[in-house]
C-alpha cells in the first residue's frame, strides 16, 4: 500500500478516511458513511439534482462540466433502462487519484453511484475500473459484496421501495476507454472505440439506454456534498469551482504524493510549499498542471490558482489535477517524446489526424532527440499537431497536439539544441536507436 | 420529414429536415471530400474529410453525421478547410506507400483523386513508412495494410451489407489493420468481392484482376450477368489481345442497375469461363471412325443442314426435335422456336424448365400489376418468402431483402421446409414440410396459426415463390392473392434468362408470349406453323426418344439422362460437354459476353446484353441459326425482318459522335424503332419483331437502349391450360451455375477454398 502524504493546508474531504481502514463497511459506518444516501432516499430526486448543482461541484475527469447539470439532462420517462456508469478508467499519465479512492474509500464510490442512481431514477450503476487496477478490483468487489449484503444495494435499499445493482468490471488496458462513449462500448463487449455524438450518453448510452457518466472522483465526491450541504461545499473552493480536489503531484519535487486542496490553490505553493519544493535543490524547468495531455506552464506562469477557469486563463487545463513537476536536469524534447509515445501507442486508430499523426509525432521526435533532425522538422512537428488539433474525432487527438505545441511553442531552443548532429546534452533514458534508413 | 432551408457557402439550399449535410451538398454539386462515407451503411466520421465549418459552433463538424435543420449557415470552402483537407491527406500519405505505379487502383483511387484535388504536392516526412507484408485471405481476396487507409467500409460492406461480418479490425492506433475475423486471416465468407468493390484505394485486390492491367487500358462495357436468373448489371473491363478482346475484370462500378451496390462472387469472378482453355473454337464433325474431328465451319453447316433437311423432307418435322437454353438471349431463343416450327416445322422445342413460368403468367394474366419486378423487392413493406434459399440461388434478391429490411425496417416473413440464412432478417419463421408448398394457399387462407395472421395483417404483401411451388399450388395461391388484392408475386427460376427462355416459346405447346399452338393469334403471319402440341424435354431427351435428329443449343441434358443414341445430334455450345461429346456435329458457340441482344431476368425485368469480348473461331447461336437456315434453303428474310426495313437517310442530322457527345440521332432511330436492320445477323432486327408480336413484350425501348431494366408485364388475357411439366430447380450455391460453373476456374478455386473451411469449422 502506497504511503499516503499530507500537509496542514489540506481540506480533507474526499481523502478524510484514507488510511483509516474504511475499506470494511463496518468502520466506513463508523465514519459516517451510508449517512448521505439515507439523506437522499428522504429527499428524493429533484432535491438531490438541484444540491449538486448548488455545490458547484464540476467533473473531476477532466472536463470540468457541470455534475448537476450533467444529471439534470437525463430524461425523467424512459422506455430504455437508465443507467449509472462510473468512469474509474484512470489512465492520464501523472494521474492516481481514483488508485487511492479505490484502495481507501470504495465504498464512498458505492454511495455516490446509489445517490446518482437516486437522482436520475436508474436501477443499475456499473462501476468500471482500469485493467491495471486489477488489484483494485478485489477491494471494490468486495466492498459491493458487503454493500449488498447489508441491503444497501439490491431489491429495496435502506428498506425503501427503491431498487440499485452495482456491477464491478475492468477494461482490458486502454487509454482510449477513458473516454466516456468509448467506455461504453468496452462495458458492451466491443472494441473500445468512441461513438458518434450527439446523441450524448445521457438520451442514449449504456446499451442504448440513458446514462450518467461520471469520473469515479466525482461520484465519491457527491456523499460528501449531500453530508455538507451544497453551500458549505461550495465555499470550499473558488468562484464557480466548487470544493477541493485530489491534486497528485510527481516528478522533481521533495514529497511527490496525492493532497487534497480546495480549488483553486496556488500552484506555485503546491509545487514549493506542500511538495516540499524541487529535489536536490535544483531549479524548476516546466510544470504540466493537470496531467500529461495539458499544455506546459514555464516557473514564470505557474502564480496561479488550480481551478478550472484560472488554469484555462493560463492557457493550459486543469484536466486531471495531476502536476508533473520538470526540474532542469529535464530534456523537454525527451518529455515530448515520452509524451506522444504514450498518446501513439494508446490512439485507438479510428481516425485519421490522431492515428497517423500520433504516428508520425513519434518517429520526428523520436529523430530530433536523437539528433537527425533538420531545422524545418521543428516545424513540421509544430504543424502537424496543430493540424490534428480539433479535427479528431474524439479528445485523444487534442491530448497529443496540445502539449506537443506547447513543448515547441515555449522550448524551441531546446529543439534547436538537437538538431543537426549534435547529441541530447541531458539524454538519459536509453531511448531507441535512430538509424538511418 | 418537412423541408428546411439552409447555407452553403452563401448558397440557400432546400432538403427535407433530418438530411443529412453530405447528402445534401452532394445533391447541390458541391463536393464534400470524404473516405469512410458510404450511402446506406452506418455513419463513422473517421476519415475527417468531411469536416466542415458551422456558424456559431466552435469546432468544425462532420457533414456526414450533420443533419441540415432550418436556418443553418455553414462554409466549406474556406482556406480554413482546404487546409483541414490538405493536413488529413498529408497525414494519410505519410505511411501510404505511394506505389501507384504498380497499384490496381492506380488510375481509379479516391486517394489519387483528393489527394489531385485537395492535397499538397510536398512531402513533409523522412521517416520510413510503416510497412506490413501483404496477405492473401482467400482465392478472390488480398490485403495490402500499407496501401489501407482505415475507411472501415469493407467491414461495414460486409457486416450490414452481407450480414456476413467476416471482418473486423486488429490492434490499435497505427498499428491498426483490417483482419478476417477468422482463424488464420482466412476468409469464411460468401466471397462476394463487395469488400474489394467498395475500398476506396488499393488495400483489397480481387484474385483475378490484380496485376492485370492498367485500368485506363481495358474498355468499360455494361452488360448483365451470365448466372443467375436476378439479372445484376455488371461491367465488363475488357484488352483487346492478338486473337480477340478478353475480358479481365467484372465489377459494377455502373450503380445505376438493379443491382445497385451489389454483385456477387459468381458476377464478379466467374466471368473467366468465357476466356477458359476449354472453350470449342473450331466446329466438330463425327468421322468415320466415330471420333469427333475438327471441320471448317461451312462443313459443319453443311453437314448438319443436309441432314436436318433429308430427316424433315422425308419423315417431316415431327422426325426432329429442338432443345433450347437458358442462358440465350431472348432473340435467339424467338429465333429457334421460329426456326423449329417454320422452317423444320416441328413443334418438338423445349428447354430444361427451373421453374413454372407458364402456369405464373397464365395465372398472372391480365394483372400487370401483380407481376414484381425485381427493383419492388427493395422498397415492399412486406414480403413472404416462401421456399428456396435466396442468399445462395439468388444473392441479389437476398442482398435486396436484406437491405430492405435494414433501411426500410421492411417485414420479412419466411416459410420454408428448412433454415436458411435469411431467417436472421426475418420478422417471422414458419417451418414447413417439404412438401407443404402445396398446401400453402389453404394455410394462409384459413389463417389459423400466428404465422398467418401476422401476414394476413399486412395491408400489402410481395410473395416470393421459390420454383418448389409449381402447377396447381403455385395457381391456388396466386388465385388467393388476386381475391385478397393487393398482393404482388414473384417466381424463382434459375438461370440468366429462364424467364426468356420460357417467354419466348420453348415450349412445344405455347408460342413466345405463352400463345397455344392452336389458337397462334399474332403468330399467324408463320409460314406452316404446325398446330398440334410437340413433345417435351423429357420426351426428347428419353433413351427412346425416337426422334431422329436433335438440335440442341446451349443446354447439356446428358449430364442428367442418357440421350437416344440412334439420334442424329446437333449441339451448339461453348465446351464439349457431356451432350456436344455425344453430338455428330458441334457448333462452337460465343458465350454471353460475346454477343448482344436482351435477356429477362426470373423478375421479367428485360434489359440489354452488350457484346465484350471476342473469341476467334465461335459465332453466336443467333448466326449458327440463320446459317444453319439458310443451308437448308429457307427465305431467310422471313426469318429474320432485315434489309427492307428502317430509314436509312440521316434526316439531316450529325450521326457523328467525333467531340464526344453521344450519338443523339443513333438513339432517336433506335428508342422509334427506325434503325436499318441491314444483316440477317442482327438480332434487334428480331426484337423488332418480338415486341410487334410477343404479348408483354412491347417495352419502353429508350429505356431499354440506355441500358436500363424494363419491366415486361405478363400477357393480357391467357386462355391455356398449362402442360404438367418436369420442372427441375436448379439449387445451385454460391459458386456454382450449372455446367457453366464448371468451366469457371475462380469458381471452383473458391467453392474448394469454402470446402475447406466448413469442414474445418464442422468439427466444432
Not at chain 1, 217 to 241: C, F, L, Q
Not at chain 2, 145 to 163: K, Q, S, V
Not at chain 2, 394 to 404: F, G
Not at chain 2, 544 to 564: C, E, F, M, R
Amino acid at each position: 500500500m502506497p504511503k499516503l502524504v499530507s500537509h496542514p493546508d489540506e481540506v480533507k474531504i474526499i481523502s478524510r478516511r484514507f488510511g483509516q481502514g474504511a475499506e470494511k463497511i463496518d468502520r466506513y459506518i463508523e465514519l459516517g458513511g451510508y449517512e448521505a444516501v439515507k439523506k437522499c432516499l428522504a429527499q428524493g430526486s429533484d432535491w438531490i439534482i438541484n444540491e449538486v448543482k448548488a455545490s458547484g461541484l464540476r467533473g473531476r475527469g477532466g472536463a470540468g462540466f457541470s455534475t448537476g447539470m450533467k444529471w439534470s439532462f437525463v430524461p425523467k420517462q424512459s422506455a430504455k433502462p437508465k443507467y449509472i456508469l462510473v468512469n474509474g478508467d484512470e489512465s492520464e499519465p501523472g494521474t492516481c487519484k481514483d488508485h487511492l479512492i479505490f484502495l481507501h474509500d470504495p465504498h464512498s464510490v458505492i454511495e455516490g453511484a446509489i445517490i446518482a442512481g437516486l437522482a436520475v431514477g436508474a436501477k443499475m450503476g456499473f462501476i468500471y475500473m482500469r485493467g491495471e487496477y486489477r488489484t483494485l478490483l478485489e477491494i471494490m468487489e468486495r466492498a459491493v459484496a458487503d454493500a449488498y449484503a447489508r441491503g444497501f444495494l439490491g431489491k429495496n435499499i435502506f428498506g425503501s421501495d427503491k431498487e440499485f445493482q452495482i456491477i464491478t468490471q475492468t477494461g482490458a488496458g486502454a487509454y482510449e476507454v477513458g473516454e466516456e462513449s468509448a467506455l461504453m462500448e468496452s462495458l458492451e463487449g466491443k472494441r473500445g472505440v468512441p461513438r458518434i455524438k450527439p446523441p450524448f450518453p445521457a438520451v442514449v448510452g449504456l446499451y442504448g439506454g440513458p446514462t450518467v457518466i461520471n469520473n469515479a472522483e466525482t461520484i465519491a465526491t457527491v456523499p460528501h456534498v449531500i453530508n455538507m450541504g451544497a453551500a458549505a461545499y461550495a465555499a470550499v473552493g473558488s468562484p464557480r469551482n466548487g470544493g477541493t480536489r485530489l491534486f497528485g503531484v510527481s516528478g522533481c519535487v521533495e514529497r511527490p504524493g496525492v493532497y487534497e486542496l480546495p480549488m483553486g490553490y496556488n500552484l506555485k505553493k503546491i509545487i514549493y510549499e506542500v511538495a516540499g519544493g524541487i529535489r536536490n535543490g535544483r531549479q524548476l524547468k516546466a510544470v504540466v498542471p493537470g496531467g500529461s495531455s495539458t499544455p506546459v506552464l514555464l516557473p514564470d506562469e505557474i502564480d496561479i490558482g488550480m481551478d478550472f477557469d484560472q488554469v484555462g486563463k493560463a492557457g493550459s487545463m486543469l484536466g486531471s489535477a495531476a502536476v508533473i513537476v520538470l526540474d532542469d536536469q529535464t530534456c523537454m524534447v525527451e518529455f515530448a517524446l515520452r509524451t506522444i509515445s504514450f498518446y501513439r501507442h494508446e490512439s485507438c486508430g479510428w481516425c485519421i489526424p490522431c492515428r497517423e499523426g500520433t504516428d508520425w509525432l513519434k518517429k520526428s521526435l523520436t529523430r530530433i532527440h536523437a539528433g537527425f533532425g533538420e531545422a524545418t522538422d521543428i516545424d513540421t512537428v509544430r504543424y502537424i499537431a496543430e493540424n490534428m488539433l480539433g479535427h479528431t474525432f474524439c479528445p485523444l487527438g487534442d491530448a497529443a497536439a496540445m502539449p506537443t505545441i506547447a513543448f515547441v511553442k515555449k522550448f524551441r531552443q531546446e529543439f534547436e539544441d538537437h538538431l543537426n548532429g549534435k547529441p541530447c546534452p541531458l539524454a538519459k533514458m536509453g531511448l531507441p536507436q535512430f538509424t538511418v534508413v | 420529414m418537412p423541408d428546411v432551408t439552409f447555407t452553403v457557402d452563401g448558397k440557400k439550399l432546400t432538403a427535407p429536415a433530418g438530411t443529412l449535410l453530405i447528402d445534401a451538398c452532394r445533391k447541390a454539386c458541391i463536393e464534400i471530400p470524404a473516405f469512410c462515407y458510404y450511402p446506406g451503411l452506418s455513419l463513422q466520421a473517421a476519415c475527417r474529410m468531411c469536416l466542415v465549418r458551422m456558424e456559431k459552433v466552435g469546432k468544425l463538424q462532420t457533414a456526414c453525421t450533420t443533419r441540415v435543420a432550418e436556418g443553418q449557415i455553414f462554409y466549406t470552402d474556406t482556406p480554413e478547410i482546404a487546409q483541414v483537407r490538405k493536413a488529413n491527406l498529408q497525414l494519410l500519405l505519410g505511411n501510404h506507400p505511394l506505389d501507384c505505379p504498380v497499384c490496381d487502383a492506380g488510375g481509379e483511387c479516391e486517394l489519387q483523386d483528393m489527394t489531385f484535388k485537395y492535397g499538397a504536392g510536398v512531402s513533409l516526412y523522412a521517416e520510413a513508412k510503416n510497412h506490413r507484408e501483404e496477405q492473401q485471405w482467400s482465392p478472390a481476396v488480398f490485403y495490402d495494410r500499407p496501401r489501407c487507409i482505415l475507411c472501415y467500409r469493407c467491414i461495414r460492406m460486409c457486416g450490414e451489407g452481407m450480414d456476413v461480418w467476416a471482418l473486423g479490425v486488429n490492434n490499435r492506433g497505427a498499428d491498426s489493420a483490417i483482419v478476417p475475423n477468422g482463424a488464420g486471416h482466412q476468409l469464411d465468407c460468401e466471397q462476394c468481392g463487395m469488400c474489394i468493390d467498395v475500398c476506396p484505394v488499393g488495400a483489397l485486390t480481387s484474385g483475378s484482376y490484380r496485376y492485370q492491367t492498367r485500368p485506363w487500358e481495358m474498355n468499360h462495357v455494361s452488360t448483365v450477368c451470365a448466372h443467375c436468373a436476378d439479372g445484376c448489371k455488371v461491367t465488363l473491363g475488357v484488352r483487346s489481345t492478338p486473337e480477340g478482346a478478353a475480358i479481365v475484370r467484372a465489377d459494377n462500378r455502373d450503380k445505376s442497375g438493379i443491382n445497385g451496390d451489389f454483385l456477387c462472387a459468381k458476377g464478379r469472378f466467374g466471368f473467366d469461363f468465357a476466356g477458359s482453355d476449354e472453350r470449342l473454337t473450331q466446329p466438330l464433325i463425327r468421322n468415320a471412325e466415330g471420333k469427333l474431328a475438327p471441320a471448317t465451319w461451312e462443313q459443319a453447316i453443311r453437314t448438319a443442314a443436309a441432314k436436318l433437311k433429308e430427316i424433315r423432307d422425308a419423315k417431316g418435322g415431327e422426325a426432329i426435335g429442338v432443345i433450347g437454353s437458358n442462358r440465350l438471349t431472348n432473340e435467339e431463343n424467338y429465333l429457334l422456336q421460329k426456326f423449329a416450327r417454320t422452317v423444320l416445322g416441328s413443334n418438338n422445342i423445349d428447354h430444361a424448365r427451373t421453374a413454372d413460368y407458364p402456369t405464373f403468367v397464365r395465372a398472372l394474366a391480365g394483372h400487370a400489376d401483380k407481376a414484381a419486378s425485381l427493383r419492388d423487392l427493395a422498397s415492399a413493406p412486406a414480403i413472404l418468402l416462401v421456399g428456396g434459399n435466396p442468399t445462395e440461388e439468388h444473392p441479389l434478391l437476398a442482398w435486396h431483402l436484406r437491405t430492405n429490411v435494414r433501411l426500410n425496417h421492411a417485414r420479412l416473413y419466411i416459410a420454408n421446409s428448412a433454415p436458411i440464412k435469411l431467417d436472421r432478417q426475418a420478422k417471422a419463421v414458419q417451418q414447413i414440410s417439404a412438401d407443404g408448398y402445396r398446401k400453402l394457399a389453404s394455410f394462409l387462407v384459413h389463417g389459423e396459426s400466428d404465422f398467418a395472421k401476422t401476414i394476413l395483417a399486412e395491408e400489402s404483401l410481395l410473395v416470393v415463390l421459390s420454383a418448389d411451388v409449381s402447377g396447381k399450388p403455385l395457381a391456388d395461391l396466386i388465385a388467393w392473392g388476386l381475391k385478397r388484392g393487393n398482393v404482388r408475386f414473384a417466381l424463382l427460376g434459375a438461370y440468366a434468362n429462364s424467364r426468356g427462355a420460357a417467354d419466348m416459346g420453348l415450349d412445344p405447346a405455347l408460342l413466345p408470349g405463352y400463345v397455344p399452338v392452336d389458337k397462334p393469334g399474332p403468330f399467324a403471319e408463320y409460314t406452316n406453323l404446325p398446330t398440334t402440341p410437340g413433345k417435351n424435354f423429357a420426351q426428347m431427351t428419353a433413351a427412346d426418344s425416337g426422334l431422329d435428329a436433335l438440335l440442341i443449343v446451349g443446354a447439356n441434358p446428358a449430364a442428367q439422362t442418357k440421350l437416344d443414341s440412334k439420334t442424329f445430334l446437333v449441339v451448339q455450345d461453348l465446351f464439349l460437354t457431356e451432350t456436344a461429346a455425344q453430338a455428330d456435329v458441334v457448333l462452337p458457340a460465343a458465350s454471353l459476353y460475346e454477343k448482344s441482344g436482351t435477356l429477362t431476368n426470373t423478375f421479367g425485368d428485360v434489359q440489354m446484353v452488350r457484346k465484350a469480348a471476342d473469341r476467334p473461331g465461335v459465332k453466336p447461336d443467333f448466326e449458327i441459326l440463320v446459317r444453319l437456315a439458310e443451308a437448308m434453303g429457307a427465305e431467310i428474310a422471313k426469318l429474320v425482318p432485315f434489309g427492307k426495313r428502317g430509314t436509312t437517310g440521316d434526316l439531316g442530322q450529325s450521326r457523328g459522335a467525333e467531340a464526344g457527345e453521344a450519338d443523339r440521332h443513333a438513339v432517336w432511330l433506335e428508342a422509334n424503332n427506325l434503325e436499318p436492320r441491314l444483316s440477317p445477323f442482327d438480332p434487334f432486327a428480331l426484337f423488332d419483331e418480338i415486341a410487334r408480336l410477343v404479348p408483354g413484350y412491347s417495352l419502353d425501348r429508350i429505356n431499354l437502349f440506355a441500358s436500363n431494366d424494363v419491366h415486361s408485364a405478363p400477357p393480357a388475357a391467357s386462355n391455356f391450360v398449362p402442360a404438367k411439366a418436369l420442372i427441375a430447380p436448379a439449387r445451385d450455391t454460391l459458386f456454382t451455375s450449372g455446367t457453366l460453373g464448371r468451366y469457371s476456374q475462380s469458381l471452383q478455386q473458391l467453392e474448394q477454398h469454402q470446402t475447406r473451411k466448413q469442414a474445418k469449422s464442422a468439427a466444432d
